[in-house]
């Protein structure tokens, strides 16, 4: 053995052999207690994107959004906190009256509670916003999983169907409809909205499953024989929902926004019908010299709105990181 070289035992002294090296350097523990040369589980791998769902900038919001959807739910609780808190009992006498004792909103044109139709008012917009995303999502992820999955004609023939929706103006399209529907209930509103809204959600989600359907674990299933049917339900859409999940939140402050335009408009809900809609459409002709009836329908829906779109964007940090 020339003086170059070193023995087997030599070797082992140094923590290498013939291979490379028999003992890895220990790694440093991190703060946590995990060591840096250790690996990380799935498990290890997912944790700091849900601990996103402690930070201030989600919680927050997602706090707002169950109070929202808790008085949509049962407004009747939280109606009579400063009064009797019935939107149906008005008085003539009050029309238009500024807030005192009990009514802290003051009255509307008809001499009813303002904050008690304000608070009422909610649950017809969340509602149309649920239905119309909750359709649209439906839709989406079908039409999506299959341009998306099979691609070819039946991918060309769902793409020219959403660029028709995507060409044509949608306000005008939803005016149109609206105008021609004689009776304008919260299920005939929801469908029009519906109508517009499914092509952006089918889009997002096709070219997720677009990603998808690519990868090692689905192109190993259909060598395995199995059904497309069973690897769409159990592969493509599971592992592709994140994106559209992630523009839920925003799609409803988005589709509330709209309800409210729509009525403000005169096409939407028309009275009886309570919603924060129809209140801003009769502000309009008061709000100069009853500002109070403009106020606190466009406050409760802006902070509404607000709410659904920070929530979205902290969702989509947890939900989709890719976005980021």
Not at 24 to 38: F, I, K, N, S, Y
Request: net charge negative; proline share 6%; with cysteine.
């Amino acid at each position: 053995m020339s003086e170059h070289e070193l023995s087997e035992n030599e070797l082992s002294d140094h923590g290498l052999t013939d291979h490379g090296l028999t003992d890895q350097v220990p790694a440093e523990p991190l703060p946590g207690g995990q060591p840096t040369g250790a690996a990380v589980s799935d498990r290890d791998d997912r944790g700091p994107r849900w601990a996103a769902l402690r930070r201030p900038h989600v919680y927050l919001p997602l706090a707002l959004v169950l109070l929202v959807f808790l008085v949509a739910a049962f407004p009747q609780w939280f109606a009579g906190w400063f009064g009797h808190g019935d939107p149906r009992e008005c008085s003539l006498i009050d029309s238009n009256a500024t807030g005192r004792p009990g009514h802290p909103f003051g009255f509307d044109v008809q001499g009813c509670d303002l904050y008690a139709n304000v608070v009422y008012g909610t649950r017809a917009s969340v509602l149309i916003a649920v239905l119309v995303v909750a359709s649209s999502t439906v839709v989406a992820v079908v039409l999506g999983a299959l341009a998306g999955y099979f691609r070819g004609p039946t991918d060309s023939v769902i793409s020219r169907v959403m660029d028709v929706f995507f060409g044509f103006p949608a306000l005008v399209g939803m005016i149109i409809l609206l105008n021609t529907i004689p009776t304008r209930s919260v299920w005939t509103v929801a469908g029009v909205l519906a109508l517009f809204a499914w092509p952006a959600m089918t889009r997002v989600f096709r070219a997720s499953v677009l990603e998808t359907a690519n990868l090692d674990y689905v192109v190993a299933a259909r060598e395995m024989g199995a059904g497309h049917l069973r690897i769409i339900a159990s592969h493509v859409v599971p592992n592709s929902i994140g994106p559209l999940a992630s523009i839920l939140s925003l799609s409803i402050g988005g589709i509330i926004t709209a309800e409210a335009g729509l009525t403000f408009l005169g096409v939407g809900l028309r009275s009886p019908a309570i919603s924060w809609g129809v209140q801003l459409n009769t502000a309009q002709r008061y709000f100069t010299t009853d500002f109070h009836l403009l106020l606190f329908p466009s406050l409760f829906l802006s902070v509404t709105v607000l709410a659904f779109v920070l929530l979205g964007d902290g969702l989509r940090d947890v939900l989709d990181p890719k976005a980021k």
